[in-house]
T-cell receptor, first 115, second 113 residues
Framework: DAGVTQSPTHLIKTRGQQVTLRCSPK?????VSWYQQALGQGPQFIFQ???????QRGNFPDRFSGHQFPNYSSELNVNALLLGDSALYLC??????????????FGSGTRLTVV | GDSVTQMEGPVTLSEEAFLTINCTYT??????LFWYVQYPGEGLQLLLK?????DKGSNKGFEATYRKETTSFHLEKGSVQVSDSAVYFC????????????FGAGTRLFVKA
């Protein structure tokens, strides 16, 4: 059973460009969350998608947007890249049952470097 | 808002030593609590969880007890191995119309042979 799959694994972009990161959740999971992890820090919540809608959003600018498809896969888009957007971007999938979150399954991440 | 505070690292131990990594949280209501582990070059893996007060989560020799009176969820292991060297993250989640999970800053553990 495949876990969470993210692509690409590494990416180098120039300031001002746009980037799209992709995520396929674990089989049976219907919720996808995206996190940004800077070097040496904990993951910071970007947003969460469920039933193709953004359900919650962290403290990130509108340059960060996303989408969830009917098959539960998801994309993270970042426009007008800044040097400070360089980080590891993690996708996490989960299933919520009876009002309880049983924890995330994380992908290995996409390492984005903005030059 | 909700927050998680965990002890700063790095923590350096010899093999077979006892491990404690402290974690305290601030949240209204009744959050679920988690420990995640991140090995070098990898994403995070769920290590253990507890969904209500006094629950004990355990996995791979690690344990943590949900203490609502002290708002704590300390991670313990009786005898660490070199393979336990990693970064450990304490985290919480509440049902706020979604299940955003808040992470601590992480504690790096080095285990020497």
């Amino acid at each position: 059973d495949a876990g969470v799959t993210q692509s690409p694994t590494h990416l180098i972009k120039t300031r001002g460009q746009q980037v799209t990161l992709r995520c396929s959740p674990k089989s049976g999971h219907d919720t996808v969350s995206w996190y940004q992890q800077a070097l040496g820090q904990g993951p910071q919540f970007i947003f969460q998608y469920y039933e193709e809608e953004e359900r919650q959003r962290g403290n990130f600018p509108d340059r960060f947007s996303g989408h969830q498809f009917p098959n539960y896969s998801s994309e993270l888009n970042v426009n007008a890249l800044l040097l400070g957007d360089s980080a590891l971007y993690l996708c996490a999938s989960s299933w919520v049952g009876q009002g309880v979150n049983y924890g995330y399954t994380f992908g290995s991440g996409t390492r984005l470097t903005v030059v | 808002g909700d927050s998680v505070t965990q002890m700063e690292g790095p923590v350096t131990l010899s093999e077979e030593a006892f491990l404690t990594i402290n974690c305290t949280y601030t949240a209204t209501g009744y959050p679920s609590l988690f420990w995640y582990v991140q090995y070098p070059g990898e994403g995070l893996q769920l290590l253990l969880k507890a969904t209500k007060a006094d629950d004990k989560g355990s996995n791979k020799g690690f344990e943590a007890t949900y203490r609502k009176e002290t708002t704590s969820f300390h991670l313990e292991k009786g005898s660490v191995q070199v393979s336990d060297s990693a970064v450990y993250f304490c985290a919480l989640t509440r049902n706020t119309g979604g299940f955003k999970t808040i992470f601590g800053a992480g504690t790096r553990l080095f285990v020497k042979a």
